[in-house]
């Protein structure tokens, strides 16, 4: 099979174009710098320069592909972010769909997130759930209109399948939650907020997902394929228990950390302020909850994530490795 990859720099999607070609199939990845991609190309995964936000450059490339990934996104926090997350989450996204139309792509895989259903407030929600208020961040929101426009397309017959990933970490992650954790190695984390909770799940799972998304997903159908729903207190309690290294004790409630956003959106308008610590970054996680029950695809997909505690028994070792630390014994 011949597979178009967008992201294959990030995260999931470089995990995903590596699985793909390691399984045999011919893959190209649209890249906007090759010369930063070669990596890949020592795999034999071709490189398409090329930017979802400029739709000339998707057609050439994706033409006579069997299918398409969708990974490419846009995520930060911060006051100057407005503008990129709406070219990049919901322009690109269209420009790539668009494109899958245009050339009679006979399969397409979207990813979306649970974000776009915002804070659950401690519900376990399923595909169906719609949420209708103001979104805490423009990443969520940004990304629930891109997944509203795929729900569109494919109600006009877009043969595309969207999976729905929550908190997705291991071993490569370069986000804030990587962030997290290596300061909690260097017992620099203080303080985790209560109440703040998650669906985690390996991003070899997650990449599984997606590929199992291709091969089984009906079309027109969206996956949560996030994993099993843990608070941050309780990831870092299994942290302390893999690792023998004390959690964070100070659990600020919501109401503090609400406070604290209030203070750091005045700030950020006359400051440059770490991402994390906008009033957007902050909100995000002030006793949030994003929660989604992937039984539909353990169903139809055969979706089988592992447990936290197995996941970050091997992510934490890796950053010790990388932070020079001895590991915990398996």
Partial sequence: MRYFVTGATGFIGGRLARRLRAAGHEVTALVRSPSRAAELAALDIALAPGDITDPATL??????????????????????????????????TRHVLEAVRALGIPRGVYTSTLAVF???????????YRFTGRHLTRYDDTKAR?????????????????????????????????????????????????????????????????????????????????GSCH???????????????????????????????????VAERVLPLPPTYTREGLVSTSGVTYLGDNAKARRELGYAPRPLEEGLRETLAWEMRALGMPTPAS
């Fill in 59 to 92: 057609r050439a490339p994706m033409r006579g592909a069997d299918g398409v990934f969708h990974v490419a996104a846009w995520y930060g926090f911060g006051l100057r972010a407005g503008r990129q997350a709406e070219r990049v989450n919901v322009e690109g």
């Fill in 118 to 128: 915002s804070d659950t407030r401690g519900r376990v929600v399923d595909e169906s």
């Fill in 146 to 226: 891109a997944h509203a426009l795929a729900e569109s397309m494919m109600g006009e017959g877009l043969p595309l399948v969207i999976v729905q990933p929550g908190v997705v970490y291991g071993p490569g992650d370069t986000s804030a939650l990587h962030d997290s954790w290596v300061a909690y190695l260097r017992r620099r984390l203080p303080v985790v907020p209560a109440g703040t909770a998650y669906c985690w799940a390996h991003v070899d799972d997650v990449v599984h997902a997606h590929v199992l998304a291709m091969e089984r997903g009906r079309p027109g159908e969206s996956y949560i394929v996030a």
């Fill in 231 to 265: 608070s941050l207190v309780d990831a870092f309690a299994i942290a302390e228990r893999i690792t023998g290294i004390p959690a964070p004790r100070l659990h600020p409630p919501r109401a503090v950390m609400r406070a604290l956003a209030a203070v750091a959106g």
